[in-house]
């Protein structure tokens, strides 16, 4: 008999039904009685003083109901307690194109429009910073006045002995790289429905990934008692970390709502959800690397600049990801790290899949490329050579609890052929590889907190249904589908039995929400521990039915039976009866925090980058390039993944296979292209992100560590192989054409200026008189 009945299994999702049927609803679908339509009015300027605001034409419009500035709703917010910086409408400043001024709630779109051009604001433009190297040397006009030099946050580690590594390396390499700045371009635009109703209480449905802490900010926004105010999260058309904290129109609704005393709903278009971003910053890397004889890492120093854009957002956790997760992946003794956070004045940057991790994961899986060449070892053999001993804690006091990296390697080693293709393809083709690793979850909340990151409630009725209230987000990650499965698991139940209520704060309870690939480790945790505890009540009663002890109990395909005699033998639902007759109610219930240990050391930022457990990714890519136009093709990408236990094999492989695509999208074409504030490609036309002709065969890998504090063994799928696709890609064209480019994208106007440097530098080599000689 297999171990398991439900766990392992391709199970489709949960909310598949509703999805492919159009029974299900998104945000923009909802309705209701005397819905208004709200718009928002946004800043011509990158960066002006607001002098006043005339609305009274707007207020007088037929059919207008409520009109909200500044005033209306004066207090700041923010997703980090430290970074509480924005108004939901501009007070006396906007700090990029795009901020939000007021909002108009109308009978119809249409009229909502029109008011808000009859608004009248009065600006007194200001100098403003696009550039982040340049914003941080400002030393007036600052976007902050509270933030000297327009830097949000900067943060210096060290560990170990830089000076000696260094010392004991015999290539040393410095490179420069640059990552331009994407955008999540979720297929979902943000939507939310504020419903006032008559008793004064605010429900808010939001496309959000965070249910809870949209709860509190609608609560300080709006001054109301959360006890008052009711969150629900319909189902979410992707989000990409780009609805994991509150987004301006979220509380905009709800502030219309209460002034008009109506349902408000506002929806953005295309072109507002650029401006709200969130993305991945231009990110600008400059990485010392040495490595010794024998190729292992003997010392890593980094500078990180990252462009925030004009709020702190997550920028604080983002840049602290960045220097946090050098470590953890391989085995490096010493390490520097300086990161600054700056802003400037365009669209707050904030977390994008692979949050922190991807930009600076590029430049060093190439730079240990370049030390592999230079060394004169081949690339997969540096990496066997630094590979962590877990169970360990990384000199940055990171606890490595499960390490399945050293299998992914061979892995995609062996699939792709490795050893046959390297260096040996003809002129213009090569493969190249890359690893990459991810958090579980975060180890320390964002909010200031001892509560549990995650709690559920399971309850059993008369009728045998099981009831799982989750706060946790279904976010098209296939997260309710996993809680399902360990529910119906650990009870021995078929999945379609198991009732799922998630994201809704009236009736679930607090899950910090959808962000840092926690929701399976930690709601998985959750889950199993409250359905262990219901599994204990059922077998109680069953076994005073059956006069025998509990422990001779087991539960599978919904039936509860005697492993000692096979004629003690309850249908699930018999079971349930029998429980609930000798127990009464059977309520259950279930949290996860992380262990101690797992939280990181005592220095400033170290609350960033610990994490119960970590994911691994190895990636091998094919390539081609066309040397006339500078064209690549990725013919092939081959990702194997760590996760653990693949609690439903279907889903971890898509999780995979969306990592590797959105990779492929940075790594080659995707850009927000800027002209002084004002971004130049704001619809899903100009911002290329990859067709289904560029989309190469991708095959996907499951390794499975089995991690020792996940549920059934299980960690996070969904990021963790966004990151080794980029440098992967990038060191294949190496090995295609013998050039390396160290900025993204990796365009073909790029590629063929690097050609042609190549071509001069070797002609100089080659002419009479220099060190190459003539041939």
């Excluded at 008559?198 to 609608?218: D, E």
């Excluded at 002209?675 to 065969?697: A, C, D, H, V």
Aim: hydrophobic share 40%; aromatic share 6%; charged share 20%.
């Amino acid at each position: 008999m297999a171990p398991h009945s439900v766990i392992g299994k391709p199970l489709p999702m949960t909310d598949a039904p509703g999805k492919v049927t159009g029974l299900g609803k998104y945000a923009d679908d909802l309705v209701a009685p005397g819905m208004l339509f709200g718009k928002i009015l946004h800043s011509p300027h990158a960066h002006a003083r607001i002098r006043a605001i005339n609305t009274s034409k707007a207020e007088a419009l037929p059919g207008v109901k409520a009109v909200a500035t500044g005033r209306d709703a004066p207090n700041p917010y923010g997703i980090l307690p430290i970074g509480h910086d924005e108004c939901v409408f501009a007070l006396d400043r906007v700090r990029y194109i795009g901020d939000n001024v007021t909002a108009v709630a109308a009978t119809s779109a249409e009229i909502a429009e029109e008011a808000l051009e009859l608004i009248e604001v009065d600006y007194d433009p200001l100098p403003a910073w696009f550039d982040p190297l340049e914003s941080m040397k400002a030393a007036a006009d600052w976007i902050h006045e509270s933030k000297p030099h327009n830097i949000e946050k900067e943060y210096h580690h060290e560990f170990g002995n830089l000076e000696q590594g260094f010392a004991n390396a015999t290539f040393v390499r410095e490179e420069h790289y640059y990552a331009a700045e994407v955008t999540h371009a979720a297929m979902e635009p943000h939507s939310t429905l504020a419903i006032w109703e008559p008793n004064g209480r605010l429900t808010v449905h939001s496309s959000t990934q965070v249910p809870y802490y949209l709860h509190r900010t609608v609560s300080e926004v709006c001054e109301m008692p959360m006890s008052q105010i009711r969150v629900i999260k319909p189902l979410v058309g992707g989000g990409f970390g780009g609805k994991s904290e509150v987004i301006p129109l979220e509380v905009a609704a709800a502030v219309l709502a209460k002034k008009a005393k109506r349902p408000v709903k506002i929806t953005y278009t295309r072109e507002e959800v650029f401006y709200a971003h969130r993305g991945r910053p231009i990110t600008i890397v400059d990485l010392k690397v040495g490595l010794t004889r024998e190729g292992k890492i003997s010392a890593v120093a980094a500078r990180v600049v990252q462009d925030g854009g004009a709020y702190c957002g997550y920028g604080p956790v983002t840049v602290l990801y960045s220097g946090a997760l050098l470590g953890a992946i391989y085995d490096i003794p010493n390490v520097k790290y300086d990161g600054y956070r700056v802003l400037t004045n365009k669209p707050a940057c904030g977390a994008m899949r692979g949050h922190g991790t991807v930009n600076v994961r590029f430049a060093f899986e190439a730079m240990l490329d370049a030390l592999a060449h230079d060394a004169r070892l081949d690339p997969v053999e540096v990496r066997r050579r630094n590979l962590l001993r877990a169970p360990c804690v990384t000199v940055n006091g990171l606890r490595v609890t499960s390490y399945g990296l050293p299998e992914c390697i061979e892995r995609v080693v062996e699939r792709s052929g490795w050893a046959q293709k390297k260096g040996k393809l003809p002129y213009g083709r090569g493969v190249g590889m890359a690893c990459s690793h991810y958090v579980s979850g975060a180890a320390n909340p964002i909010i200031r907190s001892n509560m549990p990151h995650t709690t559920v409630h399971i309850k059993v009725d008369r009728d045998a249904a099981v009831t799982l209230y989750t706060g946790a987000s279904e976010i098209g990650q296939g997260s309710d589908t996993i809680q399902v499965q360990i529910v119906a698991e650990v009870l021995g139940v078929r999945p379609e039995r198991v009732k799922l209520v998630a994201a809704d704060t009236e009736l679930t309870p607090v899950d910090l929400g959808s962000y840092s690939s926690r929701v399976t480790f930690m709601a998985g945790n959750a889950c199993l521990e409250a359905a262990k505890q219901m599994r204990g009540q059922i077998f109680a009663g069953v076994a005073k039915k059956f006069g025998c002890d509990a422990a001779i109990l087991d539960a599978r395909d919904d039936f509860i039976f005697s492993v000692d005699d096979s004629r003690l033998r309850l249908r699930f639902d018999e079971a349930a009866v029998a429980a609930i007759d000798f127990h009464g109610a059977l309520v259950a219930k279930g949290t996860y925090a992380p262990p101690e240990d797992a939280r990181g050391g005592k220095f400033k930022g170290a609350g960033v980058g610990p994490s119960p457990s970590y994911s691994y990714s190895a990636q091998v890519a094919e390539v081609s390039v066309d040397t006339e136009t500078g064209r690549v093709h990725v013919h092939r990408i081959i990702a194997a993944h760590d996760c653990g236990k693949a609690l439903n094999p279907m889903t971890v492989e898509g999780q995979i296979e969306g990592s590797v695509y959105m990779g492929l999208g940075q790594a080659l074409q995707e850009e927000m292209v800027w002209n002084k504030g004002r971004l130049m490609n704001p619809t899903l036309l100009e911002y290329r992100i990859p067709s289904t002709l560029e989309t190469p065969e991708i095959e996907s890998i499951i390794v499975e560590s089995i991690d020792p504090e996940g549920p059934f063994g299980a960690k996070e799928a969904g990021e963790g192989s966004l990151a080794a696709t980029i440098p992967a890609i990038a060191n294949a064209i190496y090995d295609a054409v013998g050039v390396r480019v160290n900025t993204l994208p990796i365009t073909p106007e790029k590629i063929l200026a690097a050609l042609r440097e190549k071509e001069k530098q070797q002609a100089g080599n080659d002419a009479p008189g220099t060190n190459g000689g003539s041939r």
